[in-house]
Structure formats: structure tokens, C-alpha cells
């Protein structure tokens, strides 16, 4: 146990858990709860305030059709009537006025301006006569009517009759103006009774923002000042509504804003701040005080299931130690745990294992003992045994190991028989022609000298140093030919029994390969060509890689091309990069299987067996090039289109200990796969 663990009590650490999960209940539901439930119901009661500040403008629109009507009626009502004089007029109004308490006053306005009637309320009355002759000429709405007939609106302005803001309706027809000033008062009572809900309060303002009317009946002028949007994601209007933060009175309170068309007049609708997110507070402490008491009572039944565990685990204790000591008839009580009874059980089925155990370890020491005595006398004859067999296996190892060395002579003694007896043939084509002209200018030499002793003549001389020069050139040619054949022999034989290493050319040694190759070949129906690239340069094992080149040559020519009336090999070089190169060795002969391909690099595997092939071939091929040379060979071949035996090799050969003796390994031209198994 690590002295960094300090093991604590079980009911300890079951009551410490219980808090953990608690205290992680509680924060994630608490998160829950302010980052979705709360929001949630706050959006909800922002928006019915919002749906409610819209039901309101539809309302104010419908009420302020009233005083329209009113005012229409009466311009109707003088356009179409006979003349009146300005106090029937003014009678005709009040009338009106009564009817329709949506209006305070009504005005008859002249072509200049001046008021020619006016309709007032019975407490207002006593006023008329200031209000007649009073010049509306420069009042804003008057213009307007001028220049459009038709109903307007104006925003809130001074009232002469109330002293106070008032809006007013004008119409204008046939030369006949009539302003209304709208009473606020009923039309917001009317508001208020559809606004009566939990401290709700509703203004009425104009196009400048200033205050026309209010549910709560507080002289309030202009918009209060805006502390900031409020936010209600995802319910943003492009009807100009918005929710707006305000303070009235020292009041933080929320507010919708909806436009009345088509006045260009607003609806604000607010509720302090405290009382329209009254739910959702209330709910997070009603939610904060169930959370709390659930952890608390689930704190206090983990402290109590926490004793009671310990109580089992230390019953559990004793049993373990009683049976420890050897007291396997003692039982266990059963609990009300059944996990504990399991357990409880598992132990005694324990117990009874133990002693049947020993019960068996007695016996087993007992036959132990007469094992022990027959032992040695069995290990010393199976040592026996073992030495007779090491001496067998190494007899068979030195036997197989002869063998091989003999079939690598005898390949290597046959393929070079070969290769003597086609550079002889080869010399003795230029060596011939040699003596032939040789034994000419002899001829000559001494038919003149014969010649001589009767009178030589001009032409005769002249004719035989023609001869002589021509027999000399012959000889010449000849006998350079002979000595390039020797030296590249002689090359060959140097490199192939030597492990010199040094720097050569590519092409160099596959030409002297091909020359000693060349005359083995003429006898055959196939063509032997190269394509290698003059300058490729490496410092490597000339012998090794000649060996590789001529097993690969003589492998494609007796088994690739094997009972065919003709073909091709072609050995190609090239570079593969700065380090490396590429020498391929290609025939368009029958291919190899591609069952076989996967062993061709074994040794001793060979399909002309008894026809005179060892299984050496490929695979001492494979070891200079592996060992010796540092590269890489791989077989690409299909059957019926031909093989390409490809080598990769580094331009500077790698120090190896196989390199020390290449030449051990005797190259052989008769252990290549050909296409198909021979029988």
C-alpha cells in the first residue's frame, strides 16, 4: 500500500461520497434551474406582457375611432345644414359633447382662423366666451388640414379649455375645420379596466414621446428615462415594438412599447421590476429549499447506511480472521444485505476449499516424496538421451554441410568449364584468322624472295607490301580482339575470386559479364543486349556483383527461355536517386507462378530437380546481394509474358563481415523456377 494513501473508515467514506453526489445533484440541477427554468419563465412573463402591451394598442386604436366619428358627425352635420348662427352652433356641440364623453371640446374654425363655435362640457362652459374669436391660424393641425383634407391628428399640445396636454382630432371639408381635444381621462379609465393586473400601468404617448394619457392618473409630461433594452431573445419584431428598462419614480420597471397605427402614437406598458419577475424568484427559492432539504435528509441516511455498512464490513472482518486461524465451523449471520449474505457465503465455500486443499497438499507431499526419488535416475537418462541426440543432429549438420560446399564446387566448377570453353571458342575465331593471314604473308614472303633471285620487278614488290599490309592489319585486328577477350576474362576471374573492393563503373562490368557470356550464347536462338547508364559509379564488390549478373543472365536464358524458338534478355541500369540505382535483368520468357514466386529465394528449392539444378542458384544470389552488397532483390513476373529480376543496390557498398569472402558463394546457372514445376 502507498504511504501517500491513508485508508480511511468505511462509514466515513460512504458519507463523504453521499455529500459529494449531493453537493454535485445540487449544483447541477441549480445550474438547471438559472440557466434554463429561470430564463425560461422570465421570457414567458416578458412576453405575455408584451402580447398583453399589443392587445392594449388594438384597444387605444378602437377607442380613438370614437372621437374620429364625433368629429366627422359634426362637419357633416354644418356642410350639410342651413346657416346657424355661432351659439346654435355652439348648442349643436354641446350636445354632442354629452353624447360622447371621449372629446372635452369642440371647434368651429372659420376660413381665417378664428373660432366661430365652441362645444364644452357643462363645467366648462362659462368659458365660451374667451374661446370665441380665438385664432387657431397659426395652430400646426390647421395647416395641415389646409393644405390636406381629410382627419388629423396632432400630438399632445397645451389645451385652453383643461390648461393641460391634450391631443386633437381636426377634419376639414368644404371650407369647414373642426378640431376635437381628446379626453384622456375616460379613455385611459376605459384602458385601465383592461389593464388591471398585478401593478400593471399603461401611458399613451405622441409621436414626440410626450405623455397623452396614464392609467395611474400621475401628471407624468415625457417618457421616463430608459435605463436600457431588457432582453427577450428570439421575439424581436419588425413592427417597431420593443421592451425597454425604465425607472419611474425611483421605480426600476420593465416596459413594452408598441406603436398605434396609424397616428404614429405609442402604447408603453410597464411593471416594476420586483413584481413582474415575482414568479420566477419565487420559484428558485421554493426550488433552492427543496434542493437543500433532500440533500440534508439524503446526508443523514447515507450517515446512517454508512454506520450500518460498517457494522457488516466489521462482522465480515472477524468471520475472514477466524477462518484465517483455521476455524472453518464457524457460520455466518445473515444480514439484511444480500450482497453481504453472498459474501458471507463465498467465504465459507472458501474455507471448505482450503481444507480439501490441504487435505491434498498432505498427499500430494507424500507422492512428491517417491517422485523425488525416481527423479534423478530419470533426468540422468534423459540426459543420455539428449547427449546421443546433439551428436546425431551435429553429424547430420557437418554431412549436410559438406554436401552443400561439394554442390557449390561442382556448379561453380561447371559453370566456369562453361564459361573456359566459350572464351576458347571465341579465341579461336580471331587466333585463326590470325594464323591464316600470318601464313599468307609467309606464302608471300617467300615467293618474292624467290622472285629476288630472278630479277624483281616494281609491281611485284609494290603487290606484295599491298599483301603485307593488308595480311599485317588482319593479324593486328585479331589479335586485339583475342586480348580483349583474355583481359576481360582475366577481369572477371580476378573479381569472381577475389573479395577486393573498389571503384567501378556500372556499365564496365556488365560489358566484360556479356563478352564472357557472349560466346556461350551464339549457339542459341536469343538475344543478349544492354541499356545501362555510362555514368553510374559505385564502390562496391565487383566480383559479387558479377556473380549476381551471371546467375541472373544464365537463370533467365535456361529456364525463361527454355524450349522457345527465340527471345530477349535485356539487362538495364539506371539510377534510382543520389544513393541509389537499379540493375534489371528482363526476359520475355514464360514467367514464374505466382505460388512459386514466394520461394525461389529458398535454398535447395529447385524444379529441375535431377535435371541437374541444386537450389542454390537464387539463393546465393539473394546472399551477395543481402550480405554483400547491402541492397535489395525482388522478383515482378507473370506467366506467359515474361520475368524481371530486380536488384537494388547503394552506390557505396556497406561494410559487412559477409564481405570479407564473397567468392565462397559459387555462382550456378541452373537454379532458377522456371514457369511450370518440371516433373
Partial sequence: MSKSMRPVRLSRLLFFRSLLVASVTFAVVYLLMVRWLLPQIDHDTSLRQHQLAHAIAGQVEALLERPEAVVLGATRMLIGGEPHVPSVIS??????????????????????????AVGLPPARRPLRDDLLGMDFSGHPLFHATAGEPGVHWSDAALSPVSAGLAAVVAVREHGVTVFGELSSGPLMAMVGQVTDDGGLRTMLLDRRNEVIGDTALVPVPQLPDVIGPATVPGHEHDDGSRF?????????????????????????????LAEAFRPSRTAELIMLVGLATSVIVGLIGAAVQAGYFGRLFRDLSVFAVGIEHGRYELSWRPSRVREFNRLAVAFQRMSQAIREREEAIVASQAALQDLNQTLEARVVERTEALHRSNAELSSALDTLRKTQEELVTSEKMAALGA????????????????????????????????????????SSLERYLEDTESGNAIIERNLERAASLVTSFKQVAVDQSSSQRRKFALSEVVDEIVMTLRPSLKRLPFRLTTAVDAALPLDSYPGALGQ???????????????????????????AEDADWLVLEVIDDGRGIPLE????????????RLGKGGSGLGLHIVHSLVSNVLGGTISVDSQPGVGTTMRVRLPRIALVTTSAAAPSSSAFTASDAVPAQPSA
Fill in 91 to 116: 348648442a349643436i356641440l354641446d350636445g354632442a359633447l354629452e353624447e360622447n364623453d371621449s372629446l372635452s371640446a369642440l371647434y368651429v374654425i372659420g376660413e381665417d382662423g378664428a373660432v366661430l
Fill in 244 to 272: 425597454l428598462r425604465l425607472r419611474i419614480d425611483s421605480v426600476d420597471m420593465v416596459g413594452s412599447v408598441v406603436p398605434v397605427s396609424p397616428l404614429g402614437w405609442q402604447v408603453l406598458v410597464v411593471r416594476p
Fill in 419 to 458: 564459361l573456359v570453353a566459350g572464351v576458347a571458342h571465341e579465341l579461336g575465331t580471331p587466333l585463326g584468322n590470325s594464323l591464316i593471314a600470318a601464313n599468307t604473308v609467309r606464302d608471300q614472303t617467300r615467293a618474292l624472295r624467290r622472285e629476288l633471285a630472278g630479277g624483281l620487278r616494281r
Fill in 596 to 607: 512459386l514466386q514466394r520461394r525461389i529465394f529458398e535454398p535447395f528449392f529447385t524444379s
Fill in 548 to 574: 549476381v549478373l551471371t546467375n541472373l543472365i544464365n537463370n533467365a536464358v535456361l529456364h525463361g527461355l527454355e524450349d522457345r524458338a527465340e527471345g530477349e534478355v535485356r539487362v538495364v541500369g539506371r
